[in-house]
């Protein structure tokens, strides 16, 4: 069975920065891909970042230069450093892995103020 529970969540003012942490549990070794998604209110849910189990990575646009992704080889855990956020990065991020299907953790809020 395979768990994502991520933390780092929170709120923070428009220039400020936040760290997400992933940690998995099951089979990870398996994991072909980490990485985070986010939706906003009202709006589809969307690919922040990946890391793929070969070091990889890869960003939405919005993304590039402002956050940065990370994870151990072994799949167990991803982290996103989020630095200059703005108050469109607001809403819930959500951990994901990919292995013969997509699992997801259940979400952590980013609010950022202007």
């Known amino acids: 069975q395979v768990q994502l529970v991520e933390s780092g969540g929170g709120s923070v003012q428009a220039g400020g920065s936040l760290r997400l942490s992933c940690a998995a549990s099951?089979?990870?070794?398996?994991?072909?891909?980490m990485g985070w998604y986010r939706q906003a209110p009202g709006k589809e849910r969307e690919m922040v970042a990946i890391?793929?189990?070969?070091?990889?990575?890869e960003y939405n646009e919005f993304a590039k230069g402002r956050f940065t992704i990370s994870g151990d080889s072994g799949m167990s855990s991803v982290a996103l450093q989020m630095n200059t956020l703005k108050p469109e990065d607001t809403g819930v991020y959500f951990c994901y892995a990919f292995y013969r299907g997509t699992y997801w953790g259940q979400g952590t809020q980013v609010t950022v103020s202007s």
């Open positions: 890391i793929s189990n070969m070091g990889s990575t």
């Open positions: 099951g089979s990870t070794s398996n994991f072909n891909m």
